[in-house]
């Protein structure tokens, strides 16, 4: 079993900047994706940022340039760096891994969900 643990989420004002980290944990082989989605009310789960086990990068349109996804390998932690936020970042943001199993397909798994809330 794998646990993701979320943290960083808050009410912050338009322009403003967050922080996210998402710590794994738990009995896995490997890491391979690690990211952040987010679902404002009303919308669909979006991807918002991801990176590989190779360190490539993936954004969602409108977060790019704002939003920078990043991760410890030795943590087993990813980051979302959120700059110049806008009231419709709102949302939660939740914490997916794809997880690695000796003999098995990979695993994918969800963090609890953090909120994100942006004031205009």
């Known amino acids: 079993q794998v646990q993701l643990v979320e943290s960083g989420g808050g009410l912050v004002q338009a322009g403003g900047s967050l922080r996210l980290s998402c710590a794994a944990s738990?009995?896995?082989?490997?890491?391979?994706?690690m990211g952040w989605y987010r679902q404002a009310p009303g919308k669909q789960r979006e991807l918002v940022g991801s990176?590989?086990?190779?360190?490539?990068?993936k954004y969602e349109d409108s977060v790019k340039g704002r939003f920078t996804v990043s991760r410890d390998f030795a943590k087993n932690t990813v980051y979302l760096q959120m700059n110049s936020l806008k009231p419709e970042d709102t949302a939660v943001y939740y914490c997916?891994?794809?997880?690695?199993?000796?003999?098995?397909?990979?695993?994918?798994?969800w963090g609890q969900g953090t909120q994100v809330t942006v004031s205009s």
């Open positions: 997916n891994v794809l997880v690695g199993r000796l003999g098995r397909p990979p695993l994918n798994v």
């Open positions: 738990g009995i896995f082989f490997s890491i391979e994706d």
């Open positions: 990176v590989s086990s190779g360190g490539t990068t």
